[in-house]
Nanobody, 122 residues
Framework: QVQLVESGGRLVQAGGSLRLSCAVSGRTFGISGMGWFRQAPGKEREFVAAIGWSGGSTYFAESVKGRFTISRDNAKNTMYLQMNSLKPEDTAVYYC???????????????WGQGTQVTVSS
């Protein structure tokens, strides 16, 4: 099994920045793509960003392009989501996801974390 543990979520003012982390452990062999999803109250979970094994391939939702960056440190088995210029509409529970490829992660991840709450106040 693969375990994903998110951290870094908190309350932040609009315009501020926040960095989320996702620590990966367990049977990580075969995990190539990783990413982030989010779910706001009353809404469906939506894709935010994804990154391939080497970090050379990244994808972002249109709503976060230019504001969020995704990165990973394979030596530390950790992935990051740097969120800048935060808006109240970014408020959501953010979930870490992992899968066999970046394509799998963007559509139907193999593994999920428990989520971390990000609240952006206006």
């Amino acid at each position: 099994q693969v375990q994903l543990v998110e951290s870094g979520g908190r309350l932040v003012q609009a315009g501020g920045s926040l960095r989320l982390s996702c620590a990966v452990s367990g049977r990580t062999f075969g995990i190539s793509g990783m990413g982030w999803f989010r779910q706001a109250p009353g809404k469906e979970r939506e894709f935010v960003a994804a990154i391939g094994w080497s970090g050379g391939s990244t994808y972002f939702a249109e709503s976060v392009k230019g504001r969020f960056t995704i990165s990973r440190d394979n030596a530390k088995n950790t992935m990051y989501l740097q969120m800048n210029s935060l808006k109240p509409e970014d408020t959501a529970v953010y979930y870490c996801a992992a899968g066999r490829s970046i394509v799998v992660v963007t559509t139907q991840p193999d593994y999920w974390g428990q989520g971390t709450q990000v609240t952006v106040s206006s």
